[in-house]
């Protein structure tokens, strides 16, 4: 599920707006079949937060049903906005050198930045030529050296801070 489609889920379930809710194509399963409450869940966010409840029969509900908490918790984090932008650099150690191989970077470490600003002005101070020791230059963060940095860090549960 998107961010739209949460946020605009979460909009029509606030306003009881069954036709949107159809519109977005959200499945809502519960009421007094779900183990005797009045709580729906909603079946399309069972893969971010798994099934909560056994789904024993088809029971129809309508809008003013939808109450779990667990649904709606995981419909509210995908919906807020994402964390703050950041703006990436790298520095190369050696200069600007690449294996001829695989083309991955040899020595380069990425440092994230508050603002472009800061970031352009962290790569003025690098090395004067592409060739120089401590070469610095800005990289997309849709870079995919860098992705898997991120990834890697964020897999081995290490603090980022240290990518500044």
Same mark, same amino acid.
């Given at each position: 599920?998107?961010?739209?489609?949460?946020?605009?889920?979460?909009?029509?379930?606030?306003?009881?707006?069954?036709?949107?809710?159809?519109?977005?194509?959200?499945?809502?399963?519960?009421?007094?079949?779900?183990? @005797?409450?009045?709580?729906?869940?909603?079946?399309?966010?069972?893969?971010?937060?798994?099934?909560?409840?056994?789904?024993?029969? *088809?029971?129809?509900? &309508?809008?003013?049903?939808?109450?779990? #908490?667990?649904?709606?918790?995981? =419909?509210?984090?995908?919906?807020?906005?994402?964390?703050?932008?950041?703006?990436?650099?790298?520095? @190369?150690?050696?200069?600007?050198?690449?294996?001829?191989?695989? &083309?991955?970077?040899?020595?380069?470490?990425?440092?994230?930045? #508050?603002?472009?600003?800061?970031?352009?002005? @962290?790569?003025?101070? &690098?090395?004067?030529?592409?060739?120089?020791?401590? @070469?610095?230059?800005?990289?997309?963060?849709?870079?995919?050296?860098?992705?898997?940095?991120?990834?890697?860090?964020?897999?081995? *549960? =290490?603090?980022?801070?240290?990518?500044?």
């Amino acid at each position: 599920m998107t961010k739209y489609t949460a946020q605009a889920t979460l909009a029509a379930i606030a306003s009881k707006d069954y036709d949107a809710l159809r519109k977005l194509g959200i499945r809502v399963y519960g009421n007094k079949g779900r183990m @005797w409450t009045n709580t729906a869940c909603i079946t399309n966010l069972d893969p971010v937060k798994g099934e909560c409840n056994p789904r024993l029969a *088809s029971n129809s509900c &309508g809008v003013e049903e939808i109450g779990c #908490p667990k649904c709606l918790a995981a =419909l509210t984090a995908i919906a807020s906005p994402a964390t703050a932008r950041k703006y990436y650099a790298m520095e @190369w150690g050696m200069g600007r050198a690449a294996c001829a191989t695989t &083309g991955n970077r040899y020595g380069v470490s990425y440092r994230a930045f #508050p603002s472009s600003a800061e970031r352009d002005a @962290w790569c003025e101070d &690098g090395g004067d030529f592409t060739t120089s020791a401590g @070469w610095r230059e800005a990289v997309r963060a849709s870079d995919p050296e860098l992705r898997r940095t991120l990834e890697w860090y964020r897999t081995h *549960s =290490l603090d980022l801070t240290c990518l500044h």
